[in-house]
């Protein structure tokens, strides 16, 4: 599994957009972009994943470069709640569907 | 959403005991569960990757006769930490897959303190 690289802690103004970038320079071209969230305590919450194409859902937008080698998870309006861990994940895919975490981004979101 | 339960979500025990924790997919029918576990600030680290119906296959470093891994349905999997000493106080965190291009889906962990 392709290995990714996150900055470790961003801060973001609440109502702001927060913009967490991600480089995965090594994906091959049949693994995902996986992007999740854990809080305190807690299990890992899926946010969004896509494999070439921006996607968007409820809770975020994914832009991913055309070369693939990096993406961009958007939360739109950061609120006090988005305060979390955010991992990027490349992989899910050689058939054994195995994810490996890197260290994240810790994200504060600043009233 | 798909929903993973995770039991129990904490445990606290005495050196020698060994723990089962389990797993299971409450709305989806998961082909394959992976095991986590995951030290104070730090991330989470893969264990074992769990097939229903198969053995297990183990991450490098992780002993497969201290860390048993049980997967006899499409819904559920178990994980027992035999013989637990204070060392394997961890958080460990399962997740459920169960169809191709779609993502994990995780537990909400399990907190073991052996005393």
């Known amino acids: 599994d392709a290995k990714t690289t996150q900055p470790p802690s961003m801060d973001c103004a609440e109502g702001r957009a927060a913009n967490l970038p991600c480089n995965h320079s090594t994906i091959s071209g049949n693994e995902y972009v996986y992007w999740y969230r854990q809080i305190h305590s807690q299990g890992p919450q899926y946010i969004i994943h896509?494999?070439?194409n921006n996607e968007t859902n409820e809770m975020a937008s994914l832009i991913i470069t055309e070369d693939r080698k990096s993406s961009t998870l958007i939360l739109p309006h950061a609120t006090l709640r988005d305060t979390a861990v955010y991992y990027c994940?490349?992989?899910?895919?050689?058939?054994?569907?195995?994810?490996?975490f890197g260290t994240g981004t810790r994200l504060k979101v600043l009233a | 959403g798909a929903v993973v339960s995770q039991h129990p979500s904490r445990v606290i025990c005495k050196s020698g005991t060994s723990v089962k924790i389990e797993c299971r997919s409450l709305?989806?029918?998961?082909?394959?569960m992976f095991w986590y576990r995951q030290f104070p600030k730090q991330s989470l680290m893969l264990m074992a990757t769990s097939n229903e119906g198969s053995k297990a296959t183990y991450e490098q470093g992780v002993e497969k006769d201290k860390f048993l891994i049980n997967h006899a349905s499409l819904t559920l999997s178990t994980l027992t930490v035999t013989s637990a000493h204070p060392e394997d106080s961890s958080f460990y965190i399962c997740?459920?897959?169960?169809?191709?291009?779609?993502?994990?889906?995780f537990g909400d962990g399990t907190r073991l303190s052996i005393l």
């Open positions: 994940i490349a992989g899910g895919a050689s058939g054994t569907y195995k994810y490996i």
């Open positions: 997740s459920a897959w169960g169809d191709s291009n779609q993502p994990q889906h």
């Open positions: 709305d989806f029918q998961a082909t394959t």
């Open positions: 896509g494999l070439k």
